[in-house]
């Protein structure tokens, strides 16, 4: 009796370790660029009061996790240029990440117009045939939306090149692998102006999503600090309320629209059915691409955001001229 005691104790300190095991965020990885001139952090997740060392460009860096498990260290300021290392340290796990360069960081967020791919672009075929700039690095957020804020971005299927930085080629480019037809082509060609303009390595962190409005990537706390958008945030809470409802009311609902489709499919002249909503509210919904999206990436030192946006906050006259508030809260 005894002896099942202590293994079962064995057994659920070995889980505990297992949970509180070293991890860095999907955007902190091999290939990054890292915000030059700039104390850029690095943070990551172990046990609860872990020690944690950051070895990068001969200097150590130490840090020691809250209570939640999390910590979080700045590097010294760096200049343009790489390739660097790096290491991070816990108690007995080790993560090493290679190919680091400093340079400028950029995210290119927004809707349709931002997620265009440079594959559908007019200029595809020379355009990708001279993407031969290995000092432009891309990192595309998989597209996902969520009620709550996440601490790192949603797993992506083992053969994406989503969640993860990699670097400008023309084999790249022209890959089916990730983003929406490539990596956007504004962000590319955007990318490549800023490469020529500073001769410095450039980031380009693609987060955005076709057909989505300003309030959906603006967080709850941002909307909660003006009146005007108070319907955003009762949309949001009422959401949150309903969630575990919709939860499980979501599979018949799924079931009921697959069975008119099938049936829309075999008519003519009906109006399409539309599918149900997702019991979060999906990618629309207010702060649910910003607790997906762009919390995850917070706080990575980044040199600005280009923004192509405004068409969905536009088919109604009151939502146009609210936009004039909105932008500028988001």
Same mark, same amino acid.
């Given at each position: 009796?005894?002896?099942?005691?202590?293994?079962?104790?064995?057994?659920?300190?070995?889980?505990?370790?297992?949970?509180?095991?070293?991890?860095? !965020?999907?955007?902190?990885?091999?290939?990054?660029?890292?915000?030059?001139?700039?104390?850029?952090?690095?943070?990551?997740?172990? #046990?609860?009061?872990?020690?944690?060392?950051?070895?990068?460009? *001969?200097?150590?860096?130490?840090?020691?996790?809250? &209570?939640?498990?999390? =910590?979080?260290?700045?590097?010294?300021?760096?200049?343009?240029?790489? !390739?660097?290392?790096?290491?991070?340290?816990?108690?007995?796990?080790?993560?090493?990440?290679?190919?680091?360069?400093?340079?400028?960081? =950029?995210?290119? &967020?927004?809707?349709?117009?931002?997620?265009?791919?440079?594959?559908? *672009? %007019?200029?595809?075929? $020379?355009?990708?045939?001279?993407?031969?700039?290995?000092?432009?690095?891309?990192?595309?957020?998989?597209?996902?939306?969520?009620?709550?804020?996440?601490?790192?971005?949603?797993?992506?299927?083992?053969?994406?090149?989503?969640?993860?930085?990699?670097?400008?080629?023309?084999?790249?480019?022209?890959?089916?692998?990730?983003?929406?037809?490539?990596?956007?082509?504004?962000?590319? /060609?955007?990318?490549?102006?800023?490469?020529?303009?500073?001769?410095?390595?450039?980031?380009?962190?693609?987060?955005?999503?076709?057909?989505?409005?300003?309030?959906?990537?603006? %967080?709850? *706390? +941002?909307?909660?600090?003006?009146?005007?958008?108070?319907?955003?945030?009762?949309?949001?809470?009422?959401?949150? +309320?309903?969630? *575990?409802?919709?939860? #499980?009311?979501?599979?018949?609902?799924?079931?009921?629209?697959? $069975? $008119?489709?099938?049936? =829309?499919?075999?008519?003519?002249?009906?109006?399409?059915?539309?599918? !149900?909503?997702? !019991?979060?509210?999906?990618?629309?919904?207010?702060?649910?691409?910003?607790?997906?999206?762009?919390?995850?990436?917070?706080? /990575?030192?980044?040199? @600005?955001?280009? =923004?192509?946006?405004?068409? &969905?906050? @536009?088919?109604?006259?009151?939502?146009?001229?609210?936009?004039?508030?909105?932008?500028?809260?988001?």
């Amino acid at each position: 009796m005894k002896s099942k005691y202590l293994l079962t104790i064995l057994l659920l300190c070995l889980g505990s370790a297992g949970l509180a095991q070293l991890k860095l !965020p999907a955007v902190i990885s091999n290939n990054m660029i890292i915000q030059r001139n700039s104390r850029a952090p690095i943070w990551g997740w172990a #046990a609860a009061g872990e020690k944690i060392t950051v070895t990068f460009r *001969d200097k150590t860096y130490t840090a020691q996790t809250g &209570s939640d498990g999390k =910590w979080m260290l700045q590097l010294d300021a760096t200049k343009a240029g790489g !390739p660097f290392e790096m290491t991070v340290n816990g108690n007995g796990s080790t993560i090493k990440l290679s190919n680091i360069w400093a340079g400028d960081v =950029w995210i290119a &967020s927004g809707q349709s117009n931002m997620e265009f791919g440079i594959q559908t *672009d %007019s200029l595809a075929e $020379e355009s990708i045939a001279a993407a031969t700039d290995s000092l432009i690095h891309f990192f595309v957020v998989p597209m996902t939306p969520s009620l709550q804020l996440q601490k790192d971005i949603a797993a992506v299927p083992g053969t994406s090149l989503n969640g993860q930085w990699v670097v400008c080629s023309p084999q790249l480019m022209a890959s089916e692998n990730w983003a929406w037809h490539g990596f956007s082509a504004v962000g590319y /060609y955007f990318a490549k102006e800023i490469r020529k303009a500073t001769g410095s390595p450039v980031g380009m962190i693609g987060t955005y999503k076709g057909g989505t409005p300003a309030q959906a990537w603006i %967080s709850i *706390d +941002g909307l909660q600090q003006s009146p005007a958008f108070t319907e955003y945030v009762s949309a949001h809470q009422l959401l949150l +309320g309903n969630y *575990d409802n919709a939860l #499980a009311a979501y599979p018949a609902k799924q079931a009921a629209f697959r $069975e $008119e489709l099938k049936q =829309w499919n075999k008519a003519s002249g009906k109006p399409r059915p539309r599918e !149900p909503m997702q !019991p979060n509210g999906g990618f629309n919904a207010p702060s649910n691409l910003y607790n997906a999206m762009i919390a995850p990436l917070v706080p /990575y030192a980044i040199k @600005g955001v280009i =923004w192509y946006q405004g068409e &969905s906050n @536009g088919d109604r006259l009151n939502n146009a001229v609210e936009y004039a508030t909105l932008f500028p809260r988001l």
